[in-house]
């Protein structure tokens, strides 16, 4: 039974950081590329970045170069999302996703597991 488990996400001032954490419970977790895709109130799910299997590529939105960092630990099935500077823009609920395919796409229909989401307040 495949399994995405988001944490981390709360209420923050305009500036701060948050790191969110995906405890994955997923077949051959090191195989497939992991992402976070953010949604929020009245819009269209957006990617937000998006890690390589091997952990060494990696790709952002252009919102979020700069100031997000994905990254994963194979042996312990988790994938993090390091969130600095916040604005209030990011306030989301952000999803884990996971993909079978062999390269990180931006398009949220590319995923194919997900997680419950975890929300993201940012307040000015």
């Known amino acids: 039974q495949v399994q995405l488990v988001e944490s981390g996400g709360g209420l923050v001032q305009a500036g701060g950081s948050l790191r969110l954490s995906c405890a994955a419970s997923?077949?051959?977790?090191?195989?497939?590329?992991m992402g976070w895709v953010r949604q929020a109130p009245g819009k269209e799910r957006e990617f937000v970045a998006g890690?390589?299997?091997?952990?060494?590529?990696?790709d952002y939105a252009d919102s979020a170069k700069g100031r997000f960092t994905i990254s994963r630990d194979n042996r312990a099935n988790m994938v993090y999302l390091r969130m600095n500077n916040l604005r209030p823009e990011d306030t989301a609920v952000y999803y884990c996703?996971?993909?079978?395919?062999?390269?990180?796409?931006?398009?949220?229909?590319?995923?194919?597991?997900w997680g419950q989401g975890t929300q993201v307040t940012v307040f000015s």
């Open positions: 890690v390589h299997w091997t952990g060494r590529r990696t």
């Open positions: 996703a996971a993909s079978r395919a062999t390269v990180i796409s931006s398009a949220a229909v590319n995923y194919d597991y």
């Open positions: 997923i077949p051959r977790f090191e195989s497939l590329v």
